[in-house]
């Protein structure tokens, strides 16, 4: 019978400096943990990490034990939650959003209800600015991956979404994940 791993979510944020990513995963090796998966970045001028760290459940215990501590020396702030392991859902296909526009509000919202008013859940995202070539126009994109329902009519998905986008005037594409 195989035993459900235990995991520990922890997000950190704080101004950035060197090492922190040293001393953190030192932290949770130290306390007999691992990194199962993580996202960490630069925000400005702030360093930002959500980690998901597994481990048993007192080895977890550790880790949320030495978190004040942390905080103190690296300046962060730092939260974590408890959770087990992700249910996964057998009749969802990963696909891959792609969307590049002109920098306006709102990008992410209309984005985000297009998925959501068809019960497409938005599993992973990354957005960034930046100044496009030769001409230093502001630009926005935005990478997701979402789970689509087996059930649903991809190329009518796709249809509406290219329409919805255009209409936005958003360039985008919707494709399969590739592994």
Sequence with gaps: MATQKTFLVLSALGEDHPGIVDRLSKAILDQGCSIEDSRMTVLGGDFAAILLI???WNTLAKVEN??????RQLGLTITSKRTG????????I???VDVVAMDHPGIVHNL???????GINIEDMAT?????????TP???VHMTVGIPADTH???LREEFMDYCDGLNLDAVLEPLKA
Excluded: C, Q, W
Aim: hydrophobic content about 40%; overall charge negative.
């Design 112 to 118: 985000a209800g297009f998925f959501a008013d068809r």
């Design 154 to 156: 991809i190329a009518t």
């Design 128 to 136: 960034n600015t930046y100044a496009a070539a030769h001409t230093g």
């Design 54 to 56: 597994e481990g048993k």
């Design 94 to 96: 990963p696909y891959a």
């Design 85 to 92: 392991e992700r249910e996964r859902s057998g009749n969802n």
């Design 66 to 71: 030495v978190l004040p501590e942390l905080e």
């Design 139 to 141: 630009m926005f994109a």
